[in-house]
């Protein structure tokens, strides 16, 4: 059966002057606005589209895709504050409410809220939820080892940040392989780092093993050219100097001069790194 709240490839069933209706299955013909329709579309099609509450309460259709829907968590700012709670904007016309009871802090508007997207059971309505223990997303979907994926910073722990992972999955970034701020709402990159037995997953910001080494070492390369051929860090330095200048941590860094070393592009100094003869 067709969800709410979720995107769902469903049947026109016939055609009107302001849409056609679709196949809803145990929920009924649901109209797709004129606006959303496809060119072209004619009974029989199958069209994507996502199932939500418009703002007379009427279930409807749209090709439009919101920036998170059942089950997922996204940053949302607040458009308008009421009697009833907070509306986010959400990329749909009718904004998405976080009733009082389910808000972490009081919102404001303006600001930006990481928010869980839920069906409420009572009403059959969409709605959002600061309160993002009441609503763990599914510890382990189809991730594997050294897998590039989008992380929200959720929260901040004595171990690390605790993220969100594709928006459907809770993972961890340890403060030893952080070397920058995080903030609760921020939108990075990273990599699974390792999926444990438990299904818990280990997140870092960079590649891991030797398969970024070539990458990192022409970057290294760059910066020691830039400097004059002589860049002042070694394997000794801290790992906040190494961070800021190549966003890398100390254990890859030391793996990147390795390999430059080895292959004699670099010469290793006592206070720094200096191309070789054949790499000035």
């Known amino acids: 059966m067709p969800e709410i709240g979720k995107y769902n490839t469903l049947v026109v069933v016939k055609t009107v002057d302001f849409g056609v209706y679709l196949d809803g299955e145990d929920l009924g013909e649901i109209l797709l606005p004129r606006r959303y329709v496809p060119e072209g579309c004619r009974p029989g099609d199958r069209v994507e589209v996502f199932l939500y509450h418009d703002s007379e309460d009427r279930l409807i259709a749209t090709t439009l895709r919101p920036y998170a829907g059942v089950g997922e968590l996204a940053l949302l700012k607040v458009a308008t504050v009421s009697s009833f709670g907070a509306f986010l904007e959400w990329g749909l016309p009718k904004d998405l409410l976080v009733p009082f009871g389910e808000q972490q802090q009081r919102m404001k508007a303006d600001r930006y809220y990481l928010v869980y997207v839920y069906l409420d059971k009572t009403s059959g309505r969409i709605a959002a939820s600061s309160r993002l223990e009441k609503f763990p997303p599914a510890q382990q979907a189809d991730f594997e080892a050294g897998q590039a994926v989008d992380l929200i910073i959720a929260d901040e722990t004595d171990?690390?940040?605790?993220?969100?992972?594709?928006?459907?999955?809770?993972?961890?970034?340890?403060?030893?392989?952080?070397?920058?701020?995080?903030?609760?709402?921020?939108?990075?990159?990273?990599?699974?780092?390792?999926?444990?037995?438990?299904?818990?997953?280990?997140?870092?910001?960079?590649?891991?093993?030797?398969?970024?080494?070539?990458?990192?070492?022409?970057?290294?390369?760059?910066?020691?050219?830039?400097?004059?051929?002589?860049?002042?860090?070694?394997?000794?330095?801290?790992?906040?100097?190494?961070?800021?200048?190549?966003?890398?941590?100390?254990?890859?860094?030391?793996?990147?001069?390795?390999?430059?070393?080895?292959?004699?592009?670099?010469?290793?100094?006592?206070?720094?790194?200096?191309?070789?003869?054949?790499?000035?």
């Open 159 to 280: 171990m690390g940040y605790k993220a969100v992972i594709n928006r459907a999955a809770w993972g961890m970034l340890y403060h030893n392989e952080v070397f920058q701020k995080m903030r609760r709402g921020q939108q990075v990159r990273g990599f699974i780092k390792n999926i444990r037995r438990d299904g818990k997953i280990d997140l870092c910001l960079q590649k891991s093993g030797y398969e970024k080494v070539p990458d990192l070492s022409e970057k290294i390369l760059e910066a020691v050219r830039a400097r004059g051929g002589f860049l002042d860090v070694t394997d000794k330095s801290s790992a906040e100097r190494i961070y800021s200048l190549f966003g890398i941590s100390k254990k890859t860094f030391k793996k990147a001069i390795g390999a430059l070393y080895k292959s004699r592009r670099i010469t290793l100094e006592k206070d720094g790194i200096a191309l070789s003869r054949h790499n000035e």
